[in-house]
């Protein structure tokens, strides 16, 4: 179809209106995303729900405004539809590849799900929470509070990690190295206690404190690995930190050391040292 068959089809007396409902999907849009910051901070135990919810209603919002849009600025019969559709396909498909396949990519992220709004994610190199999924990006806000703007098309054949996949909880996992020649039942013994007795920690869910040998640079280590869920996802680092800081301090007292190059005697035994 020529450029000036296409003029034909436009009607100028509908581009009012389609400017009209352009603006009130912007604005409805908007009021959607007010409405529902409100209702997360009133519920907070379902704003997971309500945020998945919301950014399912925009995207839908935002499709039948483009239709409304063009309904009104073109006049068209049903074989002229096919082959105007046809030649915007076409047209899309070398010109804005990007962003088409940023918007096919928004819809499968918002039908299969690979992670939703609220969850705790890692994706190229970045960790935070996902606070929009839209027609051709995903907004996340990481731990240190900047906003990262990803596009659709980037989640399309690539990995992408979800701590809570749409919980309030979350798993952490935390470890702590001390020398092998320390006091290793007293060690785990602290971790265990320090994790159940931080204000963050979840006791629903299963938790454990696993010990293994580990090589850190050129010594051989006593790793404490702590798996734990959080209470809410939002107090991940506060739970981290009191943790840490618990553990730490009760290494202290208790005369238990950091991995350290031992020199030992020949014939001698870790036993007989001791």
Known sequence: MEAGQILELIRFSGLVSAIFVIAVTWFIARVLREVTERIT???????????????????????????????SMFSVSKEVLTVLGGTIVVTVGLVLKDQASSVLAGVMILFEKPFQVGDRVSFGGFYGTITNVGLRSVRLVTLDDNEVTIPNSSFLGSPVSSGNSGALTMLVQQDFHIGTDQNIPRAKKIVEECLISSPYFFAAKPWTVLVNEVRLDMMIAVRLRAKAYVLELQYEKAFESDVSQRIYEAFQREGILPPAVLHRSPGRSLHDAA
């Open 41 to 71: 901070a009133a519920f907070a135990k379902n704003r997971l729900l309500v945020s998945q919810i919301s950014a399912f209603i925009r995207f839908a919002i935002y499709v039948l405004g483009a239709l409304f849009a063009f309904q």
